[in-house]
C-alpha cells in the first residue's frame, strides 16, 4: 500500500532554515506528481510546492525564491528546503501524491491528491 513519511519539522528562529523529508513506498514513486501542503491552526490546507517525475516544479507565491522542493528517484525521497523561515510559515507540513498518474503536476489543490503523509510540525519563533 502507499505510504508517505516524512521527517524534518521541528523548532527554528526567523531567519533559519530546515529540510523536510518524505520517504515514499509502494508505487511507482519516479512517474508520480508529489506534492508539499501545511496547515496552520484554524486554516485551510493549502498547497506549498509540486515536483514532477521530470524534476519540473511549482511554487505558491508565498514560499518562492525560499523554498525548494527536489526529489530523489532512487530513494524514492522528496524533500522540501525552507530557507528565511518566518512565523507565518508555522504549520503541520504535509507530503502528498497525485491522485492520478498524468505526466504533469496540477494546480495546488488537495482535491487532487490522492495519499498524505501523517505531517511534520515547523514551528518559526520570531
Known amino acids: 500500500q502507499v505510504q508517505l513519511v516524512e521527517s524534518g519539522g521541528g523548532s527554528v528562529q526567523a531567519g533559519g532554515s530546515l529540510r523536510l523529508s518524505c520517504a515514499a513506498s509502494?508505487?511507482?514513486?519516479?512517474?508520480?506528481?508529489m506534492a508539499w501542503f501545511r496547515q496552520a491552526p484554524g486554516k485551510e490546507r493549502e498547497g506549498v510546492a509540486t515536483?514532477?517525475?521530470?524534476?519540473?516544479?511549482t511554487y505558491a507565491d508565498s514560499v518562492k525564491d525560499r523554498f525548494i522542493i527536489s526529489r530523489d528517484n532512487t530513494k524514492n525521497t522528496v524533500y522540501l528546503q525552507m530557507n528565511s523561515l518566518k512565523p507565518d510559515d508555522t504549520a503541520m507540513y504535509y507530503c502528498?501524491?497525485?491522485?492520478?498518474?498524468?505526466?504533469?503536476?496540477?494546480?495546488?489543490?488537495?482535491?487532487?491528491?490522492?495519499?498524505w503523509g501523517q505531517g511534520t510540525q515547523v514551528t518559526v519563533s520570531s
Open positions: 509502494g508505487f511507482s514513486f519516479s512517474r508520480y506528481c
Open positions: 502528498a501524491r497525485d491522485r492520478f498518474l498524468r505526466g504533469y503536476c496540477p494546480d495546488l489543490s488537495a482535491s487532487s491528491i490522492g495519499y
Open positions: 515536483i514532477t517525475g521530470g524534476r519540473t516544479s
